[in-house]
């Protein structure tokens, strides 16, 4: 058995050695379509909302203050329907065909908002492309974790989110050129073209497995590794750890295995809402334009979405170099001080005004009123550089790592269900928060919400100190052995050849 051991280790870096990657990364590309899609359409109220408040505006689509929050919000009350729908169709007709699904409210949706001629269309739209956006939020994830293999699963596992980034980029971009009507029209071809390709991709190895699939597996896991692969190796460790998992019960939850890894998942999908994120990003133009800064708040949301998306790009290329707790400790810092600022400008009172027609001020007035909108336009930039800080931060850390710490730590048995759970609890949490910001500022102004999100990113920096476990470069057998276990990654297989030699 000792002779053996090292013709085992010799196999299996040969065979890691001979992966071949680009039709994995085609695969990824097809599925994270839907993100692009999901971050299109989660913002496309921001650049359209200002439109519908104006007295300009078609008398059949003016909206008030209170429409405009139905607007902003029943996104995310739409996105958590899409994930209780996840929760039974990722494990009913797998994770391939969840994402495939998802066109079909997002097309409606965006015919609906594209012909709009009543308020009850353009809502209903919003609601319906919010379901199709939980749904791939549910799926997207666990699907890539489950076709890739633990070397490029950290870069790969924030795609979903630099698509979601490069989506809203996409959506603030055409905002500035493109009529309402058209940018909905435009939402509908992403979705499209990410049906056509997942039809020529594999299912994941892992789901037909579980089916008792194993010639399709084997052909599945040969297309995405390339041809001179040695699949037995990793067949037979998912094989292994299917045959281990065992329907749950209600009971079983209780057990750290299962009801330890969920509630990080919970916990850090319920954190990420409450920074903050999702109302800033939908109402982003209004927000601008409430803070008085000095460029026009559509060229301000478009740095903001650029930023975004470079920010996302360092992370993933730091994903299994830094590690995800390291980036989620500077993640959080960033955030807390960006929002700590923004939180001290927006309840900084003017000074009094000095009356400069009085006497002994007449000489003066002009190099006053120079200084003044000087210092004020210096001011005035400290709004979007705050915000263009905590997008940095939130894009780098708890924005990918979110998503793929849920598909790495879930439980193999209820990854499904699971991850619908997450979704539907992270919009929900996003649709009160999105609802209720709009009431807040009308009411006390930016100073409230921006206090609330630095508190909540003092509580992100907590958990991550104390819930969050390293799982880079860990398989997803080692990181279940660590909730198994609570000390160790290591799997032991107690096999009696094993104990023999």
């Not at 739209?125 to 994830?141: E, K, Y």
């Not at 969920?262 to 850090?268: D, E, P, W």
């Not at 409450?274 to 301000?300: C, H, Q, W």
Request: overall charge positive.
């Amino acid at each position: 058995m000792n002779e053996k051991t090292p013709l085992l280790h010799r196999t299996t870096s040969s065979s890691d050695s001979q992966i071949s990657n680009s039709r994995l990364y085609l695969a990824v590309f097809s599925a994270v379509l839907g993100n692009f899609n999901f971050g299109y359409s989660l913002v496309y109220s921001s650049p359209v909302l200002p439109k519908f408040k104006s007295p300009d505006a078609d008398p059949r689509l003016r909206m008030d203050t209170d429409q405009a929050a139905w607007f902003g919000s029943i996104y995310s009350l739409g996105a958590a329907a899409g994930g209780l729908g996840a929760m039974l169709l990722n494990d009913l007709i797998g994770r391939k065909m969840s994402i495939m699904m998802s066109a079909v409210p997002s097309s409606i949706g965006y015919m609906l908002m594209g012909g709009a001629v009543n308020l009850w269309m353009l809502l209903l739209g919003r609601f319906l492309t919010g379901v199709a956006g939980g749904m791939t939020a549910a799926s997207i994830p666990v699907y890539i974790s489950e076709i890739s293999h633990k070397k490029v699963r950290g870069a790969l596992g924030s795609c979903p989110q630099i698509t979601a980034v490069f989506g809203t980029l996409t959506l603030y971009a055409l905002g500035l050129v493109v009529p309402w009507r058209w940018l909905a029209v435009a939402g509908s071809v992403p979705a499209v073209l990410m049906v056509i390709l997942l039809a020529f991709m594999p299912s994941s190895p892992r789901r037909l497995l579980s089916l008792g699939q194993e010639q399709k597996a084997e052909k599945a896991l040969r297309w995405l590794r390339g041809s001179n692969y040695n699949t037995n190796i990793e067949l037979n460790a998912i094989q292994q750890s299917i045959n281990t998992q065992v329907k749950i019960t209600w009971s079983q939850l209780l057990t750290p295995i299962y009801y330890r890894p969920i509630l990080i998942s919970v916990g850090m999908r319920f954190l990420q809402q409450m920074t903050g994120i999702t109302p800033i990003l939908v109402y982003l133009e209004p927000i601008f334009a409430k803070s008085n800064v000095a460029l026009e708040p559509r060229y301000d949301a478009a740095i903001v979405g650029a930023v975004r998306l470079l920010s996302v790009a360092v992370a993933a290329s730091l994903m299994d170099k830094a590690g995800r707790k390291a980036l989620l400790y500077s993640s959080s810092m960033l955030m807390f001080l960006s929002s700590l600022t923004l939180t001290m400008i927006s309840h900084t009172t003017p000074c009094p005004a000095v009356n400069i027609t009085a006497p002994g001020y007449s000489s003066h007035a002009e190099l006053g009123s120079t200084l003044q909108a000087s210092q004020g336009s210096a001011v005035s930039l400290i709004p979007l550089i705050s915000t263009v800080v905590f997008i940095f931060g939130y894009a780098m850390g708890w924005g990918p790592i979110t998503w793929l710490l849920m598909s790495e730590v879930l439980p193999l048995v209820a990854r499904g269900v699971a991850s619908g759970l997450c979704v539907t609890v992270s919009w929900l949490t996003a649709f009160v928060l999105t609802h209720v910001f709009t009431l807040m500022v009308d009411t006390y102004g930016l100073y409230v919400p921006y206090l609330m999100f630095t508190v909540v990113c003092v509580l992100c920096l907590l958990f991550n100190a104390v819930c969050i476990p390293e799982t880079r470069n860990r398989s997803l057998e080692e990181i279940e052995n660590y909730f198994r276990t609570g000390r160790t990654f290591t799997i032991r297989q107690n096999h009696p050849c094993v104990a023999s030699s």
